[in-house]
């Protein structure tokens, strides 16, 4: 610990608003409590509730850092009491609370994760918060199995690149909407068996045509909005309709009987309030079930630009711009 230096720089957000409150500023350096390490962070990745928090509607759960930044990878620097799995000096990457765009930022024992076989740190950067939301809301929560029909939405988002391939190396068959023909080019080489381009097609009639008219089992939607009725009417019988966000507006307007007569379930999850005990669980599922996906380069990690961490606000730029295919990593 004694070298650790008292200071470092990290990326503040000065007051709630644009891209531009995001600033560098000297910080005190953490130090690990019992059950933690801090990790030297290599790169850090950039989500959209680091954007949401940005502007002031997502606040960090009480007791952890004001700092943005949910996942990183880095090396361990130092290990706080009772830490048994890591030492100083190996390399790992984790879900953290906030921090992550920083210099140093603190990850508890059971959460952090060694770096999938063949990725390097800004791809591992990339890893932990779309993995984790995609693990718990498709699999544990949607119940995903072979053979049955998925659908998410925002398929070139981080979070859309990384269900597509989950979905498919656990044998599901998958519908992906995305906003360009581009895109939805992405999708489909990513192993989408149908992309929709939302802005030119209906994706209810497209799911209902892909599927035979039966109807998709399980929908990944971080939209809401008018697409939760859609999402209803899309779905098969006994289906189940996960929500991670609501870009399109958190009130909706649904017909509940049909949620009747098909049998469906509406559930979703936000990750970063869930215990510690939770993501520890998660972590341990995905290092059992996808961390060989990744070593084997079944599942890879779909990259869309890097950023120096000064250059924090171009990162939030480009997520913003909804120009991008996969995940914003910036370079510490």
């Not at 949401?52 to 943005?68: E, I, N, T, V």
């Not at 995903?144 to 939405?153: D, N, R, T």
């Not at 870009?247 to 869930?274: D, W, Y």
């Amino acid at each position: 610990m004694a070298s650790l230096p008292d200071t470092m720089t990290a990326i503040e957000i000065s007051t709630p608003g644009g891209p531009d409150v995001l600033k560098p500023k000297a910080w005190p350096t953490p130090r690990p409590g019992p059950g933690q390490v801090l990790v030297k962070v290599a790169a850090a990745g950039v989500n959209r509730p680091d954007i949401a928090q940005r502007a002031g509607s997502y606040p960090p759960p009480p007791g952890h850092s004001p700092l943005p930044g949910l996942e990183i990878a880095g090396e361990v620097a130092a290990v706080g009491d009772g830490v048994t799995r890591w030492k100083v000096g190996d390399k790992v990457c984790s879900l953290v609370n906030g921090g992550g765009y920083a210099e140093y930022c603190l990850a508890e024992e059971t959460v952090a994760l060694p770096i999938p076989a063949g990725l390097d740190m800004v791809q591992a950067a990339a890893v932990p918060e779309t993995f984790f939301t995609v693990w718990n809301n498709v699999f544990e929560r949607g119940r995903l199995s072979a053979g049955e029909w998925f659908l998410v939405h925002g398929g070139s988002s981080g979070i859309g690149t990384t269900a597509i391939q989950l979905a498919k190396a656990f044998g599901a068959k998958v519908i992906a909407t995305a906003g360009s023909a581009d895109k939805c080019k992405a999708c489909l080489d990513l192993g989408a068996d149908r992309a929709v381009n939302y802005k030119t097609e209906d994706f209810v009639a497209a799911a209902k045509e892909a599927t035979g008219g039966k109807g998709v089992d399980v929908t990944l939607d971080m939209v809401a909005g008018d697409y939760t009725e859609r999402n209803i009417i899309a779905a098969a019988e006994e289906g189940r309709i996960v929500q991670i966000a609501v870009l399109g507006g958190a009130e909706v307007k649904i017909n509940i009987s049909r949620v009747m007569v098909k049998r469906l379930t509406i559930t979703g999850s936000t990750l970063r309030p869930r215990t510690r005990e939770a993501k520890a669980g998660f972590a341990r599922a995905l290092e059992a079930k996808v961390w060989p996906l990744l070593a084997s380069g079944k599942v890879k990690v779909v990259m869309d630009s890097t950023f120096p961490l000064a250059k924090a606000a171009d990162a939030h730029r480009r997520l913003e711009s909804s120009q991008h295919v996969g995940k914003a990593v910036l370079v510490v």
